[in-house]
């Protein structure tokens, strides 16, 4: 009898703990959902999983536009295959997820990749991809890119950091590195000119990035009213948030595709 007072009262503080701090979440204006497990055939436990929600919004950010300087694309930026990553896609591959040396110029004005972050640093790397050839003949994907082991880099994140334009030494106007060529929820593309296309200078893709929404109804004002405007972003300006433990990231020379794990080019200082 003794033993089973002892278990209901064991019981009885267990419950009340657990109580105790539904309530306390709820109170720090979290969400809370439940998971399951079994703890025998017949026993069920329920314990709180929280889920924080994070704003994507860059406090006290303001955002310039800036006259391109070439025509605007011929083909709606959302759909366009050089502009919106997306419509290419990309695959995972087993590329060496570590900085690589490779012979050839150095141009010392390249964007440099550890900018990307509010405190530059060089990330751990933690996946690889090969992004799709564009069959412009059948406006369709065609095989993967193979011209380097990856040309697309996964960098792993701390939930909720500010994500930031990589610093350059081009200044296409009003001291601002880029222009942008797409913005949305969750990719935004960046053009080291004012051109709206890729064929000349670097461009970044950023994928699985929240971008701030004061930015993306910037973006898509100017979109609608024809682009012959489109924001422009200082280099290291802040323009996102990450919700998630990686970006993926490709950059593209006057079009190419390359390998964003090059040393001498987008990582000089490591």
């Not at 605007?72 to 419509?87: E, G, V, Y």
């Amino acid at each position: 009898m003794k033993k089973k007072n002892k278990l209901f009262i064991i019981t009885a503080l267990v419950m009340s703990g657990l109580g105790a701090l539904v309530v306390a979440l709820a109170n720090m204006g979290t969400q809370t959902t439940y998971a399951q497990r079994t703890g025998g055939s017949n026993e069920m436990m329920y314990l709180p999983l929280v889920v924080k929600d994070v704003s994507c919004t860059i406090p006290n950010a303001s955002y310039d536009q800036i006259p391109i300087a070439s025509e605007p694309s011929n083909i709606p930026a959302a759909q366009h295959p050089d502009i919106n990553l997306a419509i290419r896609g990309y695959e995972p591959t087993t590329a060496a997820l570590t900085l690589v040396n490779y012979a050839g110029n150095v141009d010392p004005n390249a964007p440099q990749l550890d900018t990307l972050f509010a405190t530059p640093r060089l990330p751990d790397f933690s996946s690889a991809y090969q992004i799709y050839r564009w069959d412009w003949a059948c406006g369709c994907r065609g095989e993967l890119m193979d011209s380097w082991d990856t040309n697309l880099l996964g960098m792993k994140t701390n939930p909720g950091e500010t994500i930031h334009v990589p610093d350059s030494g081009y200044d296409i106007g009003g001291n601002h590195d880029v222009m942008v060529l797409y913005a949305a929820e969750n990719r935004i593309t960046l053009k080291y000119t004012r051109e709206d296309n890729v064929v000349g200078g670097y461009t970044i893709h950023i994928e699985d990035v929240c971008v701030d929404p004061q930015l993306i109804s910037l973006y898509n004002t100017l979109n609608a009213a024809g682009r012959s405007q489109l924001p422009a972003l200082e280099g290291h300006q802040a323009f996102g948030r990450t919700l998630g433990n990686e970006i993926k990231v490709s950059v593209r020379d006057a079009g190419n595709f390359l390998d964003a794990r090059s040393r001498k080019d987008w990582w000089q200082d490591y």
